[in-house]
Structures are given as structure tokens and as C-alpha cells.
T-cell receptor, first 118, second 113 residues
Framework: GAVVSQHPSRVICKSGTSVKIECRSL??????MFWYRQFPKKSLMLMAT?????????EQGVEKDKFLINHASLTLSTLTVTSAHPEDSSFYIC??????????????FGPGTRLLVL | AQSVTQPDIHITVSEGASLELRCNYS??????LFWYVQSPGQGLQLLLK??????LVQGIKGFEAEFKRSQSSFNLRKPSVHWSDAAEYFC???????????FGKGTRLSVIA
């Protein structure tokens, strides 16, 4: 149980284009999802917290107009990197928190999406 | 504010040897504590978690961790390391509600023959 998927797993795009990354909780309803960015050999950097049906809460220094987050349902959140530039190349990981009693504090992670902007 | 410290950036152990990865946290109340493992190019997999109760927690893949309130620690242990355990290990602390986990910087484990 508690499986989170991400799609695509890897994407290469040209500078200036937009890329959408999907995060799905496959076997549970995720009231809250989180988006992280990870640089090589570094820890996770929280970008934003996404609650179903409401606007995402962005961490300081993260451009909300550049990293658009939508949490339209209890099983799907999307991150759109708009007008991507080479410096946006990174590993993006989502996680989902179950709303079930006794387990709501556990975050389950997706496999990540490797973005390369040329 | 919560914080997590993993003092060891990189540890190398021989296959079959025991392992202990250190984690110290800072939080005013009893936290929820987690250990995750990340293989190269992969997401994070939950190894084990502590919410309350028995301070020695068993996880997957033969790992265990012990919560020591007096030392604000939650060290991860494994009695005999396998080559497949080579990965990055992250300790994290959380609270109730919608606040995200706070992660340590990670410890990279290398396993040699």
C-alpha cells in the first residue's frame, strides 16, 4: 500500500518550453502533497505544499509563477515548470500524505522526475 | 523550529559488518521520526518510523532504529550490511497537521567487499 507514482520519469526539453509533471497517489487519498527539488548529492529542498482544492503554499525563494502547482483531486497533483531554463534542470520528487487516522504524518514519495533543459 | 542533523556525510562499511547511522533532532515536543533510503536516481523509500510507544522500532530490510529522548537521537542500525544497502539515507522529523517533514542532509553509505 501507499504507492505514489510520478510521470514522466525523465524529460528533456528545450529552453523556453513548459513541462508538466504528474504525481499520483495510487492506493490512497492524499489530502496533502509536497513537491521537492533535489540537486546532485544534496538533500531534498521543499518547494511547496499542496492541499487538495486550495492554492499551494510555496517556500521562500520559490517562484510561484514559474512553478505552477495544481492539486485538483485527492489523488493527483501536478507541477508545471513554465518557460524552463537550463538552471531548472534538476530531480523533482513529490510526496503524498495519507489522510487516514494514525498514518497522516507519514509522507510517501514518488520515484522522481529527472528534468533536463537544453 | 525543528531541525535534523546527520553528522556523517559519508560512511563506508564492509559487507557483513554492522552499521549505525546517526541522527539528532531538535524539537520541543515528542516528534514523529522517520528514516528513508534513496537509491541513485530513485525516490525515497520509507524504512521505518516512530510515533510513540516502544522506542526500538523495526523496519524493512532488517533495519531498526532506537529513539532516545535524553539524547534527542534516532539512530539507524543494521547488524549485517549487504552490498545492496549502498544508498543515501535520510532522517526526518515531523509533527501533526499539514506541516512537511524536515529532512537531514543525508548520509551516503558505501559498502565494500
Amino acid at each position: 500500500g501507499a504507492v505514489v507514482s510520478q510521470h514522466p520519469s525523465r524529460v528533456i526539453c528545450k529552453s523556453g518550453t513548459s513541462v508538466k509533471i504528474e504525481c499520483r497517489s495510487l492506493d490512497f487519498q492524499a489530502t496533502t502533497m509536497f513537491w521537492y527539488r533535489q540537486f546532485p548529492k544534496k538533500s531534498l529542498m521543499l518547494m511547496a505544499t499542496s492541499n487538495e482544492g486550495s492554492k499551494a503554499t510555496y517556500e521562500q525563494g520559490v517562484e510561484k509563477d514559474k512553478f505552477l502547482i495544481n492539486h485538483a483531486s485527492l489523488t493527483l497533483s501536478t507541477l508545471t515548470v513554465t518557460s524552463a531554463h537550463p538552471e531548472d534542470s534538476s530531480f523533482y520528487i513529490c510526496s503524498a500524505r495519507s489522510g487516514t487516522s494514525g498514518n497522516q504524518e507519514t509522507q510517501y514519495f514518488g520515484p522522481g522526475t529527472r528534468l533536463l533543459v537544453l | 523550529a525543528q531541525s535534523v542533523t546527520q553528522p556523517d556525510i559519508h560512511i563506508t562499511v564492509s559487507e557483513g559488518a554492522s552499521l549505525e547511522l546517526r541522527c539528532n533532532y531538535s524539537y520541543g515536543a515528542t516528534p514523529y521520526l522517520f528514516w528513508y533510503v534513496q537509491s541513485p536516481g530513485q525516490g525515497l523509500q520509507l524504512l521505518l518510523k516512530y510515533f510513540s510507544g516502544d522506542t526500538l522500532v523495526q523496519g524493512i530490510k532488517g533495519f531498526e532504529a532506537e529513539f532516545k529522548r535524553s539524547q534527542s537521537s534516532f539512530n539507524l542500525r543494521k547488524p549485517s550490511v549487504h552490498w545492496s544497502d549502498a544508498a543515501e539515507y535520510f532522517c526526518a522529523v515531523g509533527t501533526s497537521g499539514n506541516t512537511p517533514l524536515v529532512f537531514g542532509k543525508g548520509t551516503r553509505l558505501s559498502v565494500i567487499a
